[in-house]
């Protein structure tokens, strides 16, 4: 049990162009998903916290109006890189909070790796 | 966001040797957490280890905690080829709302 997916595993596109990644609670629900970005060699980074029905909490120095998230159900939360350009070229984690468990309850899914042309 | 210090930063050792890494941090946490990653592939969750426990054990996995000293320290026993990995420390900081900042990890080789 527990599993987060996220889709696309990986993704190439074009500089300029918008890319929407997907991370799915598959068989429970989350009040409260996670986005990180890892570069290479490097460790993951909190990126913001998305809440189900509210507007996501970035950390400092993460542009929102570049990196929009949505969470629109208990089960989904996406990601939208918008006007990428390579350096945004990285691997993407998400992670989602058991609803109802505990606060230790987190859970990973598999990334994205985006590769920006 | 504030990340937590490994060391080392890289580790080689033979097969069947132990492994030591360690993570220090700079808050007050509710938990920390240990992870492996495979080059380019997600996140395994190891162990994790409450504010108020010293010490954990999971199979060849030992963790210790001091908080007064802000540090804690994953062992491998017996290693094997397949756990070369990176290895990552996260901490569940207070009042933070469950957020996990993670440590630069040790990238760990096992050789045969």
């Known amino acids: 049990g527990a599993v987060v997916s996220q889709h696309p595993s990986w993704v190439i596109c074009k500089s300029g162009t918008s890319v929407k990644i997907e991370c799915r609670s598959l068989d429970f629900q989350a009040t409260t998903m996670f986005w990180y970005r890892q570069f290479p060699k490097q460790s993951l980074m909190l990126m913001a916290t998305s809440n189900e029905g509210s507007k996501a909490t970035y950390e400092q120095g993460v542009e929102k109006d570049k990196f929009l998230i949505n969470h629109a159900s208990l089960t989904l939360s996406t990601l939208t890189v918008t006007s990428a350009h390579p350096e945004d070229s990285s691997f993407y984690i998400c992670?989602?909070?058991?609803?109802?468990?505990?606060?230790?309850?987190?859970?990973f899914g598999p990334g994205t790796r985006l590769t920006v042309t | 966001s504030q990340q937590g210090e490994e060391d080392p930063q890289a580790l080689s050792i033979q097969e069947g040797e132990n492994a030591t890494m360690n993570c220090s941090y700079k808050t007050s946490i509710n938990n920390l957490q240990w992870y492996r990653q495979n080059s380019g592939r997600g996140l395994v969750h190891l162990i994790l280890?409450?504010?108020?426990?010293r010490e954990k054990h999971s199979g060849r996995l030992r963790v210790t905690l001091d908080t007064s000293k802000k540090s804690s320290s994953l062992l491998i026993t017996a290693s094997r080829a397949a756990d070369t990995a990176s290895y990552f420390c996260a901490t569940d900081e207070n009042n933070q709302g469950g957020k996990l900042i993670f440590g630069q990890g040790t990238e760990l080789s096992v050789k045969p």
């Open positions: 992670s989602a909070d058991l609803l109802g468990g505990s606060s230790y309850e987190q859970y």
């Open positions: 280890i409450r504010s108020n426990e």
